[in-house]
């Protein structure tokens, strides 16, 4: 292979985990489309969350999958299953159902880009001459590009075409992906196996969870990553509603796309807060998001956007932060035969805290939410104590 061919190998896989990216977050500035059609705010918070019933025991399974079958075959069915996916939600105006199924099926196809997708261009990198950590960052990168350009674009056009009049609101955004997703899939045919078939798994690829510095400084951490971006675009634009008239839908898209964007832009930055003595950017990330969480509560207490698209742009710049340093800090801890089976751990892990708006809407009508988001600054809080105490322990050795 040519030298400079080598070192662009890695773009094709990176495009696939761009597509999957693009299908797991293009619902996300739908929410308020869904409402309008007469769903509830528990049913679409429920939908927007229904994808981790399949994307975490997706991320437990996919990494294993490929250590027996290779990276490629599984890489190829989680963009097929990204673009089946987007074909299922297009179904939705049939029924609520059709929806349903479409988000359970992008969780796997958002699974395999996290824990297969992300080694892959990883490896892919290495073997074009590029350092490891580059290839980490690319993969998280390209990851949250597509979860911010798949948000942005859908809402967009959306907005277009509520403005002409045009119906298939509910049904064009998921046609587009789709035809993105083919594309991927056809990208993929001349990229290179970096692992071929081998043993089935071991009952030891998840051993290094029980690690310390895994329980005591990754564990505590990511939950919020998702978490916190859950809050900004799921949370925010429902209690400033009141405030936006009809340009719901085109706050909920500068919303998601400013936490995205902010999250991606950040990510070259986390390297450099990064330490192998300490865990400076999982701590540097924690401070961001407890601070990003207390401007929420603020926003929901005026119901006014701008504090709003404030506490967005803080919690992306948080959630880039403590999705790369977290990756980084995995990196170091798990032997590379593991690394994908536990990369599928850390996202399940992630992912957890995506279920966050759907407690918080349940919660609402027990309690407002400014108290409901104060609680969770204390709890982020509670979490970064327990990271900067063992910041500096339990460092992990060669492996």
């Not at 409402?35 to 399949?54: F, N």
């Not at 900004?232 to 706050?251: D, M, R, T």
């Given at each position: ?57 997706g ?57 297969v ?26 990851l ?12 967009a ?17 998921f046609v ?39 329980l ?28 936006l ?17 902010a ?36 926003a ?33 801890l ?11 751990a850390?996202y ?6 995506f ?26 809080l ?10 500096r ?7």
């Amino acid at each position: 292979m040519p030298r400079s061919a080598a070192r662009s190998i890695w773009w094709p896989a990176a495009v696939a985990v761009f597509a999957c990216g693009w299908g797991g977050n293009q619902f996300t500035p739908l929410l308020v489309v869904y409402r309008e059609a007469g769903l509830s705010i528990v049913t679409v918070d429920a939908l927007l969350g229904a994808y981790v019933i399949g994307l975490v025991p997706g991320l437990l399974l996919a990494g294993s999958l490929s250590e027996r079958f290779g990276r490629k075959p599984v890489m190829v069915a989680g963009t097929a299953l990204s673009l089946l996916a987007s074909v299922l939600i297009a179904l939705g105006p049939l029924g609520v159902g059709w929806v349903a199924a479409g988000r359970f099926v992008t969780g796997f196809g958002v699974a395999v880009a996290m824990a297969v997708g992300s080694t892959w261009v990883t490896e892919l990198s290495v073997l074009g001459g590029a350092p490891a950590p580059t290839g980490t960052r690319r993969g998280a990168l390209w990851l949250t590009l597509g979860f911010g350009l798949g948000a942005g674009v859908a809402g967009a056009f959306a907005q277009l075409l509520t403005w002409l009049d045009v119906p298939g609101v509910r049904v064009w955004p998921f046609v587009l992906h789709a035809v993105l997703a083919a594309g991927a899939l056809v990208s993929l045919v001349r990229v290179p196996e970096t692992r071929g078939a081998g043993p089935a798994a071991s009952s030891a690829r998840f051993a290094d969870a029980r690690r310390p510095r895994f329980l005591r400084v990754i564990a505590p951490m990511a939950p919020w990553i998702f978490g916190s971006a859950g809050v900004a675009y799921a949370i925010l634009p429902q209690v400033v509603g009141e405030k936006l008239g009809s340009h719901g839908l085109a706050f909920s898209t500068l919303i998601t796309v400013a936490t995205l964007g902010a999250g991606a832009l950040v990510q070259p930055f986390a390297r450099r807060l990064d330490r192998t003595t300490s865990a400076r950017a999982v701590l540097s990330g924690m401070v961001l998001m407890s601070a990003g969480l207390a401007v929420s509560a603020v926003a929901a207490a005026l119901r006014s956007p701008w504090p709003a698209l404030a506490a967005a742009l803080v919690l992306g710049a948080a959630y880039g932060i403590a999705l790369v340093g977290g990756l980084l800090e995995l990196q170091r801890l798990v032997r590379p035969e593991r690394l994908a089976a536990m990369t599928g751990a850390y996202y399940a892990l992630a992912y957890v805290g995506f279920l966050l708006p759907s407690v918080l809407a349940l919660l609402s009508g027990l309690a407002s939410y400014p108290f409901l988001l104060g609680c969770l600054v204390l709890l982020a809080l509670a979490g970064t104590a327990v990271i900067l105490r063992h910041s500096r322990r339990d460092l992990p050795t060669p492996v």
